[in-house]
């Protein structure tokens, strides 16, 4: 009798696990023999019907099946991939990226990339190492790919580990390329690199440039946090023989404040001779970088927590002087902690007052954040900013005393994941539908 009940036991519990394989996986189309109607019944007098349901939904919504039947339902026209009219009567053109560009930094959108130019040549670089070239981007049909040795210092075993490891900016310095990217320093310990190579549009071998000594723990950290999209790796040429590096806090938020830590701050890399220096600290992740060599200062971007992305001065006059300039992060912040804890509050207070600190003002902070992302000048006195959660990009003039004046916002209707400024013409990475973007300015 009692291997009987032991029988028709195990009986229900296989056809109960059949039943939910059919319903869940016929999703993927591994049991299509069941009609909709059908699976709904099951679902509805069988089984738990509201526990079946939030666990469906939470099943399906990273799939992109379930949000393509959510677009289904949202009543949205569908926009077609066409020149878009700007609302400040600019035109954006599109260079739809058809192969190559898979995936994204951010996990819910097509792609990232980086783009530069070099000797009138368009280069582009994804976020997972594929590399490429025109020699004229606005006219051409294909992008032709560079072989190389990315792999060898990042490559599938990294990017499987999270998301947010990735190649974080592309540099052409001279005659060189340059790449920053999260590192592996030791196992599960992490910090941002650099590798660079001789312009070759065949083939590019790249060689270690600069690595951190120190590396943050995915767990055994301090504050028992780790986001590897607090990076930073924004590079810049500041002059023949220097580069510039930003690291971001990877959530240590301790280490923008430390002076021995290259976390949380900017640095200067010497080309020849592999040396750096920090110029600036008190920086949480920075995502943009500009030198106006004609007014002699950096413009810096940077992503704040719960609001308060900023956009920075740096006085090249006080770098020249050995000052390193302190922008207040983690003890000073227009933003606000994600998760409030009195510990945190006690050890990162986020004071909305830089100066009263003694720290230097941003001369703008954006509350709510807009996912500020890179720089650059457009004139005399104008320059753009992108943005990837506000999906736009950001127009402003800086005044002879260096405030910001005619703020205009000009949707774009997508993530701007990196811009260049280039012989009249702006151009953006759109990463949700991964392509290249060009508005020409006046």
Not at 274 to 284: A, L, V
Request: charged share 25%; glycine share 6%.
């Amino acid at each position: 009798m009692k291997n009987k009940k032991k029988i028709l036991l195990f009986i229900f519990f296989v056809t109960t696990t059949l039943f939910i394989l059919i319903i869940y996986k016929g999703v993927n189309n591994q049991f299509s023999f069941l009609s909709y109607d059908h699976k709904q019944t099951l679902k509805k007098y069988i089984f738990p019907y509201q526990l079946i349901d939030k666990y469906e939904k939470l099943i399906l919504e990273n799939n992109p099946v379930y949000r393509e039947v959510e677009y289904k339902n949202n009543n949205k026209n569908i926009r077609i991939l066409r020149d878009l009219e700007l609302s400040n009567k600019k035109t954006l053109k599109y260079l739809p990226l058809m192969d190559g560009f898979y995936s994204g930094i951010h996990d819910k959108h097509t792609s990232s990339g980086y783009i530069d130019f070099y000797n009138d040549e368009f280069f582009i670089l994804s976020s997972r190492g594929t590399l490429a070239y025109s020699k004229n981007i606005n006219n051409s049909n294909f992008l032709k790919l560079i072989k190389n040795n990315i792999y060898d210092f990042i490559g599938i075993e990294h990017f499987s580990k999270n998301v947010w490891f990735s190649i974080k900016d592309l540099l052409i310095h001279k005659n060189k390329i340059f790449i920053s990217y999260t590192e592996e320093i030791e196992e599960y310990c992490w910090n941002t690199s650099v590798i660079y190579g001789e312009i070759n549009n065949e083939n590019i071998v790249f060689k270690k440039l600069f690595s951190p000594k120190e590396c943050i723990h995915t767990k055994n950290n301090p504050d028992k946090e780790f986001n590897a999209h607090q990076s930073g790796g924004r590079l810049l040429s500041l002059d023949d023989n220097h580069i510039l590096l930003t690291i971001g806090d990877y959530r240590s938020r301790f280490l923008a404040q430390d002076f021995n830590s290259v976390n949380g701050k900017i640095i200067k890399i010497n080309i020849n001779d592999f040396d750096y220096k920090i110029i600036s600290m008190g920086h949480r992740n920075p995502q943009g970088l500009y030198y106006d060599k004609e007014r002699n200062f950096i413009l810096e971007t940077e992503h704040g927590p719960h609001g308060g992305d900023e956009i920075n001065l740096l006085s090249m006059e006080q770098i020249n002087n050995n000052i390193i300039l302190n922008y207040g992060w983690a003890i000073a912040s227009a933003g606000e902690h994600y998760v409030l804890t009195e510990e945190k509050v006690k050890k990162y207070p986020l004071y909305k007052s830089h100066k009263k600190y003694g720290f230097i003002e941003p001369l703008k902070s954006f509350v709510p954040s807009i996912g500020i992302s890179e720089i650059t000048k457009i004139g005399p006195d104008n320059y753009v900013v992108g943005s990837m959660k506000d999906k736009s990009i950001y127009f402003f003039e800086l005044d002879k005393k260096k405030k910001i004046i005619n703020l205009e916002r000009v949707e774009v209707f997508e993530r701007v994941r990196d811009l260049t400024f280039y012989k009249n013409k702006l151009y953006l990475f759109l990463e949700n539908s991964s392509s290249i973007g060009v508005i020409k300015l006046n």
